[in-house]
């Protein structure tokens, strides 16, 4: 065998073992984000669900400000079809990664696609509209990047159904995880703020009474252009051969893997079970 040859073959089997670990490294990341994603899901149906059986509506607004006014009816049934699918979407979304009910229950697999974009589309309308009728904490920033965060989930929900429509299943999938990702903005903003909040001590970068500042600007936006650039770059980084490229994607989804387990550990401890214990 040439020396071209062999040096091509072991860079061939280079590139196969990278890309195997950076799958590997994304399905942990993907794992922790589920989980996570899980309890915060838990969280919403006992503080707000509870409090709505309860028939006790204005425990609403300890956490989201005018989430419940009396006499606006649209107001209150937006932000109830809000919260409802959002639980749906959170516990059901990640059946669509499941590979064995893809193959085994196509079926399943198709009417839980249908209905998770029918979802994503109230969950982007209802929250836009709330935008609109009730603003949000962060102000005009959080106003802007919110809307924006919607306007993402409706394209990429379009783009997802046109994919499936086409059988353009590759790009079908691609776009299902942008989706997946863009949905997940709320909680990547809530987790990425409490890891801030704990790693640096204290509020750092943005005033807690105001809930105004430089950080919460970057939040705002980073809360779904972070996780949607990442997932970019690591599809550019299986497509290249380049091992520098390939070490630099595996660091990173280390780093963000660590950083949303402990965002997650610190949102949990920090704010959700107080809240409902």
């Not at 085994?104 to 309308?125: Q, V």
């Not at 380049?242 to 963000?256: Q, T, W």
Request: avoid cysteine; aromatic fraction near 14%; charge should be positive.
């Amino acid at each position: 065998m040439s020396t071209i040859n062999k040096t091509s073959l072991v860079g061939e089997k280079r590139t196969i073992w990278s890309n195997a670990l950076l799958d590997k490294t994304s399905k942990i990341w993907f794992i922790v984000t589920v989980l996570g994603q899980w309890i915060f899901a838990a969280y919403v149906a006992l503080f707000y669900g509870g409090a709505a059986m309860d028939g006790d509506f204005m425990k609403w607004n300890r956490v989201l400000p005018h989430g419940y006014v009396e006499g606006e009816t649209m107001g209150n049934l937006a932000v109830a079809t809000h919260l409802l699918f959002a639980v749906i979407v959170l516990f059901g979304g990640p059946m669509q990664f499941i590979p064995q009910l893809r193959k085994k229950i196509p079926t399943l697999h198709r009417w839980s696609g249908r209905f998770y974009i029918t979802a994503a589309f109230l969950l982007s309308l209802s929250g836009i509209y709330m935008v609109i009728a009730k603003g949000t904490i962060s102000g005009l920033v959080g106003d802007i990047s919110v809307s924006l965060n919607g306007i993402l989930i409706l394209l990429f929900a379009v783009l997802a159904l046109r994919t499936a429509m086409k059988r353009d299943f590759l790009s079908h999938s691609q776009w299902v995880m942008r989706l997946f990702l863009a949905m997940g903005g709320v909680w990547f903003f809530r987790i990425g703020l409490m890891f801030w909040l704990f790693v640096n001590g204290g509020p750092v970068g943005f005033d807690m009474e105001t809930f105004r500042g430089p950080f919460l600007v970057f939040l705002g936006f980073g809360q779904y252009i972070i996780p949607l650039a990442v997932y970019e770059l690591y599809r550019i980084s299986k497509r290249k051969t380049a091992s520098n490229l390939k070490a630099v994607m595996f660091v990173s989804l280390v780093v963000f893997t660590l950083i949303t387990a402990l965002g997650t550990f610190a949102a949990t401890m920090g704010m959700w079970i107080p809240r409902i214990s």
